[in-house]
């Protein structure tokens, strides 16, 4: 896992479960850079928030 941005390997990820998905938030030490994965692949903020916005 690298930063799509500066190729950096520092970063965090914080994992979480929204709806029952599982996220990762990974935060680039480096840049600052900050982007949401699922199982599926990267995702969008407008994506996490269709997520978190759905109410079960
Ligand atoms: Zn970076």
Same mark, same amino acid.
């Given at each position: #896992?690298?930063?799509?941005?500066? %190729?950096? /390997?520092? #970063?965090?990820?914080?994992? #979480?479960?929204?709806? @029952? +998905?599982? !996220? @990762? !938030?990974?935060?680039?030490?480096?840049?600052? !850079? /900050?982007?949401? +994965?699922? /199982? %599926?692949?990267? !995702?969008?903020? &407008?994506?996490?928030?269709?997520? &978190?916005?759905? %109410? /079960?």
């Amino acid at each position: #896992m690298k930063c799509p941005n500066c %190729e950096t /390997r520092e #970063m965090v990820v914080i994992q #979480m479960v929204v709806s @029952g +998905e599982l !996220l @990762g !938030l990974h935060s680039c030490s480096f840049c600052d !850079l /900050r982007w949401w +994965e699922t /199982r %599926e692949g990267i !995702l969008s903020l &407008a994506g996490v928030l269709d997520l &978190a916005s759905v %109410e /079960r």
